[in-house]
């Protein structure tokens, strides 16, 4: 049975779209996503994050403890997302308290997720972390800039760091440009460290799961950190065209 949600706040009915993979625009938050969403049963071109279609007007999260979030439509100009670093041109989540803000998809990220290889190459165990602790594996810094912050999911073993808005970045790009070749300079870091081992096989392992990781942080970002589009993300910077 098709699963329909009205949008309180537009008055739109709205179906989900569990199994589409097709990158679109949320229609709220005006960011991109990916994966499943909602969209308008008219065909007039409202879609949105699944996290986008049915806020909660109340929101808190274990990084700050001491706030509450408010949905809004809408935030004061040049804002940035307080995950991201992202500007806010749509639907945030904001403290008055305290003056931060979050993309809806961004406060629902996964704090922890075992990602799995495919064909039983190893896993990795990711954590969210508000810091950055260490040189993000994407741009080789350890913060963004002095304007913006980024969340950063950290592997067990402490070695791999991804700047929420790193991966966010690199996705758009790719998504936007098709060239998933760019991509996959970031796991030609393992191909060449394996060059220089004796333990190639262990290096070639390792790079499969850092692509799997890469994929579920970029699918994570966008709204739908399921097996399906991990997979298509992680395909995307596995082939070269």
């Known amino acids: 049975m098709a699963r329909l949600l009205r949008d309180r706040h537009h008055h739109h009915d709205l179906l989900l779209l569990a199994d589409e993979i097709e990158p679109f625009w949320c229609y709220r938050c005006c960011e991109m996503g990916l994966g499943a969403r909602y969209a308008c049963v008219e065909r007039c071109g409202h879609v949105l994050h699944k996290d986008c279609a049915n806020p909660g007007e109340i929101l808190t999260h274990p990084f700050f403890p001491d706030c509450t979030f408010h949905f809004l439509e809408a935030s004061k100009p040049n804002r940035r997302c307080d995950a991201c670093g992202g500007d806010v041109n749509g639907y945030v989540y904001h403290c008055f308290k305290q003056g931060w803000d979050l993309h809806p998809c961004c406060a629902n990220l996964k704090h922890r997720k075992l990602v799995e290889a495919e064909e039983g190459d190893g896993s990795m165990l990711l954590t969210l972390h508000r810091r950055e602790r260490s040189e993000c594996f994407v741009c080789g810094k350890k913060t963004l800039n002095r304007k913006a912050s980024s969340w950063t999911y950290v592997s067990e073993c402490g070695k791999y760091h991804f700047h929420v808005a790193c991966m966010k970045k690199e996705a758009i790009e790719a998504v ?33 799961i850092v692509k799997t990781a890469i994929g579920f942080v970029m699918a994570a970002v966008f709204g739908d950190p399921s097996t399906l589009l991990i997979s298509v993300m992680t395909t995307l910077f596995s082939n070269n065209g």
Request: aromatic share 6%; hydrophobic share 30%.
């Open 176 to 208: 936007e440009e098709g060239r998933g070749q760019e991509i996959e300079k970031l796991a030609n870091k393992f191909s060449v460290a394996g060059k220089r081992s004796r333990k190639a096989s262990k290096f070639e392992n390792m790079a499969k």
